[in-house]
């Protein structure tokens, strides 16, 4: 239909990306071979564009690094600030939506939070994710507390060690979920919430 | 007391590494700096060998981590190897054994298995690998299908998202589990179990 049209006027040889593209493209390298082992000229030819027309387009690759794990850091964030209101239910209920909410995220982002799990520390740009990321699991745990305080959740197990493994949980989808596969998004956030509070057991 | 000892001579510059000494260093590296990204000239400056050298205890790259995997995956096999023999319980009963063993397995061999979780199949050893790991997989998840037709688990989530759920838990743990941390084995392998079969909420 649009045959031969200079709508948008791409420059030849310079394809006319946007930032967003051009991110998502950025991420999935970064996921696919590894963000320290991936060049500005890997990015260049993923997205058919020489080394030098990349800097148009891209800042430096830190830049869409830093991009990619605020959108992951500030979802989840998000989610614990909701469950962080007392005026909207109990520890236990907030917690359990924290859990649904945050599978939610995962899937709305997967790419992006693929990332962030993956991040080891080697840059500025990385430890400052890892500090908002362990200020989140941290707030978190404060949340499990909460409601094994209440006696909502069972004591038998420390607190620390129900936080680390729910969440653990959660972050292990990003290894095999795929939003084009057979299983709803909400399916699996109720299924996780399923297993992790109400358990697989069939009660007697 | 040794100082001095000629016992064992090893040959200036050539330390007497045992073959076991050689795959938990190389594994160590592997999972640092990822196996694609180590060369044997990585491993030769890691053991203290000069290139050359290395070769009298390495034959290879892949030789070593053929090894890793393969000490991964009959640990996991053995697991479902057991898990099998119906005259030892019920489904429920044996799936039940098979992750707090999986755990137990998990924590053994963390190197290992870390290395095996994280392999994407670049290679004939790894892509062998990678089928072995898919064959226990599904083992696992006939075995929770028999659990779910014999009444003894919830009907409300397909089992092979239970499946992937519980052993996407238990694989979550290299994440974090370090055996010289505060969690004990035992207690993690009983969480583990808790949490997947009998749920963290507290019965009204």
New interface residues.
């Given amino acids: 239909m649009a045959t031969g049209s200079t709508q948008g006027s791409p420059r030849r040889g310079r394809p006319g990306y946007d930032q967003e593209t051009v991110l998502r493209r950025a991420i999935d390298v970064f996921i696919r071979q ?1 963000y320290d ?1 991936t060049s500005v000229g890997d990015l260049a030819r993923e997205l058919g564009l020489t080394k030098s027309a990349i800097y148009h387009h891209v800042p430096s690759k830190e830049h869409l690094l830093a991009l990619a794990l605020d959108e992951a850091l500030d979802s989840l964030e998000a989610v614990i600030d909701e469950a962080s209101r007392p005026q909207d239910g109990s520890a ?1 209920e907030r917690l359990r939506t924290a859990v649904r909410e945050s599978v939610a995220v995962l899937v709305a982002h997967l790419p992006s939070v693929t990332l962030l ?1 993956r991040v080891h520390g080697n840059s500025e740009v990385e430890l400052r994710a890892l500090a908002r990321r362990r200020q989140i699991d941290e707030r978190l745990a404060a949340l499990v507390q909460e409601a094994v305080d209440d ?4 004591r ?3 607190p620390d ?2 936080s ?3 969440f ?2 959660v ?3 990003v ?2 979920y795929r939003p084009d596969g057979p ?1 709803d998004a909400q ?2 956030a109720g ?2 919430a ?9 009660r007697p």
């Fill in positions: 590894g082992a236990y799990l006696g909502s959740l069972r038998d197990i420390a060690l129900i680390r493994l729910i653990g949980t972050n292990s989808l290894e095999w299983v399916v699996l299924a996780v399923t297993l992790a509070f109400d358990g697989l057991a069939v």
